[in-house]
């Protein structure tokens, strides 16, 4: 079971740090990572950490967003900084990367349909 946190309203230019507890999946899973969607919008990637130590972020969030993870309490971070009103969506934090996901680079914003599992979603919105 995966429980995203830290959601809430901000303030353009403000920060928020959302928590991803994986109560779970991830002693089996290669990867934890966000997702984002708004209503009538696709869902697009936002960043995702790899067992392997690599990490990933959308162009729209570099530099602005960090993903980080705490392997001893099963949970994953996004400190989003420097919010824009363009951010506003219902994050969902992801495990069990399969074909896209693997190679996000590669597959613009689709990349994020292939998480194995996802949580209920933590709403964020920029005003």
């Known amino acids: 079971q995966l429980v995203e946190s830290g959601g809430g309203s901000v303030q353009a230019g403000g920060s928020l740090r959302l928590s991803c507890l994986d109560s779970?999946?991830?002693?089996?899973?290669?990867?934890m990572g966000w997702f984002r969607q708004s209503p009538g919008k696709a869902r697009e990637g936002v960043a995702v950490?790899?067992?392997?130590?690599?990490?990933y972020y959308d162009d729209s969030v570099k530099g602005r967003f960090t993903i980080s993870q705490d392997n001893a309490k099963n949970t994953v971070h996004l400190q989003m900084n420097m919010l824009e009103p363009e951010d506003t969506a219902m994050y969902y934090c992801g495990v069990d990367c399969f074909a896209r996901a693997l190679s996000p680079a590669n597959y613009s914003g689709s990349w994020s349909y292939d998480f194995g599992y996802w949580g209920q979603g933590t709403q964020v919105t920029v005003s």
């Open positions: 950490t790899y067992t392997s130590g690599t990490t």
């Open positions: 779970g999946y991830s002693a089996r899973s290669n990867c």
